[in-house]
């Protein structure tokens, strides 16, 4: 995986990727992919363990995001 | 042909209404499939749905074989493997204290041996099941003890097999301690035969189950695990181990991706019935003459799993609030509790067994998750001097770094850009490593040297980091884990 990314295995669960965005005032990404598939997206926006959103997706919702967000996916 | 139509599917669809209120308030489902066979149960007034619960036996027998194959087919082997030392103290820990305590309070209600030993694994062993919900419903899958408690109640499942192992030749009894001994031994060697075959013989079962149809896939497979269950049974080996093998036995196939989805919806369904059939055999009667070991028990459970939290934070160098989180989330008891307790009912033990664990099982399903959801006030009264000596971190961050040897680090950069070992010896290096503690800079592991490492073995200092461009990675020889700068937080 790319620098900058932690990955740490969650048993049972599936595999956590931490992406630290700005660290200097906490901001960071945490994407869980569960071993069922599911996607659970944490937004943390300060310091502290309380995220300020959670989302969770199916596969299909997690592909559409990736792809807009990975600049791929336009219409027209 | 004879068959209650009407009072399963009555049954069976009160449970799931009952279980999907519970799941509305935040509550686990299994004591909810059990409660709808306790109310409609022939011991309870008003409508009855079976009058012979023993018609359900073959069903929930199913329920319990599939329940526990599929436990082993999802058992991460590799991820609990790869994830040190200082889980399985932890875990070891974890299991010590309540199994222990379990113990001493089953002996001390003096219902007789057999019956401690069912009552110390029912307290004792939490429900992955429900710990995994809670973290994911209490948004904490991002928290720094997570993969810590995960990785417990992964153990914890494993270690059921050798629970039920010990168990089950105790519940049938022996005639002498030789006999009980002979017995224990069977059923342990059984085990490691069966460990065997997951280890070396997965690639045989797996030809024999592979197809390219689903449909020849789920029967084949089912129809393998409820014969070894039952060959297991004949042998006076749990069935429940027999099927919890072969899962693992099926997880190292080429199948498993498919089998894990054949098994999911059976599993559902199946281990759904088996905790109504549970529910159905419960006198309601009973339950009063319980109550009291019912609440000393669940006392007893939140002061051992609090225990268990901070012998772990301090491992792992959590803080307080992960060390409350860890403590009060693995508090849930359930599907592995019931699966002890109708091993006692089939055992014939003490009638008091099965309303105790009832009892004991619905009041944890309320209290796990809303005490759960609330750590944050155990944490605010953990001492300091309780958790890791030199703790750096606030009180109410869960945010720390894997490693506990972080206050040893002396020294952060450096000139030297050769290892000094190798030049001497005319040798070359592929990556170079500097130890934290006294700077010493030697090659790495990928090195036909492996000079830094070498010099932790002689020094002792426990922490290296990359001294390659942009890899800003450091290296715990004691904790075997990769460090970084916690996520959140610059102090250090």
């Known amino acids: 995986m790319g620098k900058g990314v932690h990955i740490q295995e969650l048993p049972g669960l599936g595999t956590r990727y931490d992406i630290d965005l700005r660290s200097s005032n906490g901001e960071r990404v945490s994407i869980v992919v569960g071993r069922d598939g599911k996607r659970h997206l944490y937004v943390f926006t300060s310091r502290s363990d309380e995220p300020a959103a959670v989302v969770e997706l199916t596969e299909e919702q997690a592909r559409k995001i990736g792809a807009v967000l990975g600049g791929t996916f336009f219409t027209d | 042909m004879h068959a209650n139509l009407i009072g399963l599917g009555a049954l069976i669809l009160v449970a799931g209404l009952l279980a999907r209120f519970g799941r509305r308030m935040g509550l686990p489902t299994v004591p909810f499939f059990m409660l709808a066979g306790i109310l409609l149960g022939p011991s309870t007034g008003g409508p009855v749905a079976f009058d012979h619960p023993e018609d359900l036996d073959m069903l ?116 002498s301690a030789g006999e009980l001994i002979l017995n224990i031994g069977i059923s342990f060697g059984y085990l490691v035969a069966l460990f065997a075959v997951a280890r070396w013989g997965a690639r045989w079962i797996g030809k024999v189950l592979d197809s390219r149809e689903d449909e020849i896939v789920a029967i084949i497979m089912i129809g393998l695990v409820v014969l070894v269950a039952g060959l297991s049974a004949e042998i006076g080996v749990s069935d429940a181990i027999g099927a919890l093998m072969i899962g693992l036995v099926v997880a190292r196939t080429s199948i498993r991706e498919r089998a894990e989805r054949i098994a999911v919806p059976l599993r559902d369904v199946f281990a759904a019935i088996f905790f109504i059939a549970f529910g159905l055999s419960i006198d309601v009667g009973a339950i009063g003459s319980v109550i009291w070991p019912v609440l000393i028990a669940v006392g007893i459970t939140v002061v051992t799993n609090v225990t268990a939290g901070l012998i772990t934070a301090r491992l792992f160098g959590l803080n307080q609030r992960g060390a409350a989180n860890v403590g009060l989330t693995v508090l849930g008891r359930g599907e592995f509790s019931l699966i002890l307790a109708t091993l006692a009912l089939g055992a014939g033990l003490d009638e008091r067994v099965g309303p105790f664990i009832a009892l004991y099982v619905l009041i944890l399903a309320v209290v796990a998750p809303i005490v759960a959801a609330n750590s944050k006030y155990l944490a605010r009264v953990i001492p300091d001097r309780l958790l890791h000596d030199r703790w750096r971190y606030v009180r109410e961050e869960t945010i720390s770094t894997a490693c506990t040897h972080l206050d040893r680090i002396q020294i952060t950069e450096t000139d030297e850009d050769e290892c000094k070992e190798c030049v001497e010896i005319g040798d070359t290096w592929v990556q170079l490593r500097m130890c934290l503690v006294c700077g010493h800079v030697a090659c790495c592991d990928d090195s036909t040297n492996k000079h830094a490492t070498a010099h932790y073995e002689d020094s002792r200092h426990p922490l290296i980091r990359s001294l390659e461009d942009g890899d800003g990675w450091q290296y715990c020889y004691e904790d075997q884990s990769l460090v970084r700068e916690p996520a959140g937080s610059s102090r250090s």
């Open chain 2, 60 to 175: 929930a027998l199913f329920g319990l074989v599939i329940l526990l194959f599929h436990l082993g087919l999802e058992f991460p082997v590799e991820q609990v493997l790869g994830s040190g030392k200082r889980l399985f103290w932890a875990a070891g820990a974890y299991i010590g204290i309540n199994i222990g305590a379990g113990l001493a309070l089953g002996f001390s209600m003096g219902w007789g041996t057999k019956e401690a030993f069912v009552i110390a694994g029912a307290v004792g062993i939490s429900s992955s099941a429900i710990a995994t919900k809670l973290l994911i419903e209490m948004r904490r899958l991002a928290n720094a003890e997570t993969p810590v408690i995960l990785g417990i109640i992964v153990i914890e499942d494993l270690f059921l097999a050798f629970y039920l192992a010990l168990l089950s030749p105790i519940l049938e009894g022996a005639s």
